[in-house]
């Protein structure tokens, strides 16, 4: 099961230059991205949750990240939020790492418990 690079570009409203997207491999590139896993699977659904550095501040609180996918004949992103101060747009660089990260789905980890004390 795969979640289309045309998918998050689709759902970033992004091109391949745009901000988001440069910046989002950059945090990836940077292993900032420190989990990333699905916290729940259903027949049409999954939920996935991550933990991304703040790159002002390595050693503070990571940011949380969490999401819906619609899965039909194709995976769709239904929404993402972040912790950061952009991530209410669901468009931040953070999001878009994750989103990056889960174009393989079958590599996804099963998460369990909560992901911040």
């Known amino acids: 099961m795969f979640l289309k690079l045309s998918e998050i570009f689709k759902y970033l409203d992004a091109k391949p230059d745009s901000r988001c997207i440069v910046e989002g491999e950059e945090v990836l590139h940077a292993?900032?991205?420190?989990?990333?896993?699905?916290k729940s699977s259903a027949t049409q659904s999954i939920k996935i949750a991550g933990l991304c550095l703040?790159?002002?501040?390595?050693?503070?609180?990571?940011?949380?990240?969490?999401?819906?996918?619609?899965?039909?004949?194709?995976?769709?992103?239904?929404?993402?939020?972040?912790?950061?101060?952009?991530?209410?747009?669901?468009t931040c660089k953070h999001i878009s790492a994750l989103l990056l990260n889960c174009s393989r789905l079958y590599l996804l980890h099963n998460l369990r418990g909560p992901i911040m004390p």
Do not use: R, Y
């Not at 292993?31 to 699905?38: D, E, F, P, Q, S």
């Not at 990240?65 to 209410?88: H, P, Q, R, W, Y």
């Open 54 to 90: 703040q790159t002002s501040a390595l050693q503070g609180q990571p940011h949380q990240i969490e999401g819906t996918f619609s899965i039909d004949n194709d995976v769709k992103i239904v929404e993402m939020k972040c912790s950061c101060k952009a991530g209410l747009s669901g």
């Open 31 to 38: 292993n900032h991205l420190i989990l990333c896993g699905k």
